[in-house]
């Protein structure tokens, strides 16, 4: 049996993996959401699930792509994604010390 051969990209080793991304592209009037957008809405909203396996549930569950596209739409993406985030791991840090 024939193997399949691996593909691989010849790139400099500088060469950063983001930039393989293409940005979104509104086609259709849709508005676009890219994997950029939907974690700079989990670490404002939800910073405990940015580890891989509790990000991809919180995406699905939540319906993550449905907010930020009604967010966008109202125009206030940019004030959820810039808001500061709240400290929750002081009081972690207080329950540990007392």
Do not use: C
Request: aromatic content about 10%; charged content about 25%.
């Amino acid at each position: 049996m024939r193997q399949p051969k691996k593909r691989t990209l010849n790139l400099p080793p500088d060469y950063p993996s983001f930039m393989l991304r293409q940005p979104p592209l509104d086609l259709f009037g849709e508005v676009p959401i890219s994997e950029t957008d939907l974690y700079d809405w989990v670490a404002a909203v939800a910073p405990l699930h940015l580890n891989t396996r509790a990000f991809r549930h919180y995406v699905r569950g939540y319906d993550v792509a449905g907010k930020v596209r009604s967010a966008k739409l109202a125009g206030m993406f940019e004030s959820i994604k810039d808001r500061p985030t709240r400290p929750w791991h002081a009081r972690l840090a207080l329950h540990a010390i007392l």
